[in-house]
């Protein structure tokens, strides 16, 4: 687990990196996702997977790729009223290529804005569509006369290329995986979702220098397409996945929030809902929907794999959402370092969470003998009597049915208090 001081410098670092990450033009497809898991890759190395275009993917297919160079919109003057280079949200992402002049009631055509928030720019998309468009503040947009003209540019390609994602596999002592995953589709959002991709890195990066039982994969691919290419080619080794999490919206500062994966009850799902009670009174368990993020893929009815979603304020839910207003003011390195440590203890209790049998099951062994107990006064520390709990508990449940997380759960005591009993108990002998 990390310590507080650890935890608040892990946040700068997550901070620092999710600001290098900010203004690359990321998208579903192009040179701006290739270009985040190079940086990515600096932290944590990666593999990274190229799908061509027009494989199919389930139900779908990996589309065209869009690379954009500029765009812009001038009036005949040559003033630009809204430009590429100052913000990458001000071009709906795979607009087509254009390069035209017309008026202003037709460009009003192809405009998105927020009137209810008129100086920020909202972020849209046209993955499917035959289409282009610009979005713009509510102000730029009062500036477009019906019967003026203006020139427009969108400088970009979309032509047979690839879907590109990342993994990281950092080998344990098993095969079996814990997958922690993160998508890198989004532009200039910060909170969703540079926080996610940064948290992820920066784990990555802090548990390559760990000795690990399970293997960990760290899964950064574009939404719900990247998660479906990753699984299509991955079909045979599914059973090894022990549990998942999909981190994202991760840097504001609201509560901790899990959601539980389609099963409901799995173990990630237990180990997520115990960690956060543990962390924060505030923090929030919500059941399962089939909306939201990629977990929705991960826990199809066809795979059904026991992976559930962690998030602070999820998508949809902060006023800045899919807007400009998701800026790097929005989340803070104290916010993403209480996330990361979240997810290390989380990590941290799915390794160390075992299943023991008691090796003197007959009555309770004397644990004064193995320097294990002692006589407790009144002025006993707590930490210390949370400990002497905790060893009657672990010996207690130690009947080879329930595991460490079970144990934790039913004496309401920390799950680090009850592994650390369970290693003194092994070390003294008493366990298996």
């Not at 969108?154 to 079996?176: F, K, N, P, Q, R």
Request: charged share 25%; aromatic share 8%.
């Amino acid at each position: 687990m990390i310590a507080q001081r650890d935890a608040e410098a892990a946040g700068a670092d997550v901070y620092d990196f999710a600001r290098a990450l900010f203004p690359l033009p990321r998208s579903l497809t192009g040179n701006g996702v290739r270009e985040t898991l190079r940086l990515v890759d600096e932290l944590v190395p990666l593999e990274v997977t190229e799908v061509p275009t027009g494989t199919p993917i389930y139900d779908w297919t990996a589309p065209a790729e869009w690379n954009i160079s500029g765009a812009w919109i001038s009036d005949v003057g040559g003033r630009r009223i809204a430009d590429y280079a100052d913000s990458n949200l001000h071009v709906v992402g795979y607009s087509k290529p254009i390069r035209t002049r017309l008026r202003g009631g037709e460009l009003l055509e192809h405009l998105h804005s927020l009137p209810e928030d008129p100086d920020s720019i909202p972020y849209r998309t046209a993955y499917w569509a035959d289409t282009w468009g610009f979005c713009v503040t509510d102000r730029q947009r009062a500036e477009i006369v019906p019967d003026a003209e203006y020139d427009v540019v969108i400088d970009a390609t979309l032509e047979d290329g690839s879907l590109t994602y990342g993994e990281a596999v950092l080998e344990g002592e098993s095969d079996e995986e814990i997958l922690l995953s993160t998508y890198i589709c989004h532009p200039s959002l910060a909170n969703d979702n540079v926080s996610g991709i940064a948290l992820l890195a920066v784990l990555g990066r802090d548990l390559a220098g760990r000795r690990l039982r399970r293997t960990h994969r760290l899964l950064f691919s574009p939404g719900t397409l990247g998660p479906l290419a990753w699984l299509s080619r991955n079909r045979e080794h599914l059973e090894r996945i022990h549990a998942g999490v999909v981190v994202a919206c991760v840097g504001d500062d609201g509560p901790l929030r899990y959601k539980r994966s389609r099963a409901g009850d799995t173990v990630v799902d237990q180990a997520a809902a115990h960690v956060l009670r543990q962390r924060s009174p505030a923090a929030i368990v919500d059941d399962f929907l089939p909306w939201g993020g990629d977990e929705r893929q991960f826990c199809s009815p066809g795979f059904d794999l026991p992976v559930g979603a962690l998030t602070r304020t999820p998508h949809g839910l902060f006023p800045e959402y899919h807007s400009s207003a998701d800026n790097l003011d929005l989340i803070t390195p104290e916010s993403l370092g209480d996330s990361l440590a979240t997810v290390h203890e989380l990590v941290d209790l799915l390794e160390r969470n075992r299943t023991y049998i008691s090796r003197a099951p007959y009555g309770e062994p004397q644990l004064g003998r193995r320097g294990l107990y002692r006589e407790v006064s009144a002025g006993a520390p707590r930490a210390h009597e949370a400990f002497q709990r905790a060893l009657l508990w672990v010996l207690n449940q130690a009947d080879g049915s329930r595991s460490l997380l079970d144990t934790a759960e039913r004496s309401a005591l920390p799950f680090s208090i009850v592994a650390a009993a369970a290693d003194a108990l092994v070390e003294a002998g008493l366990l298996e």
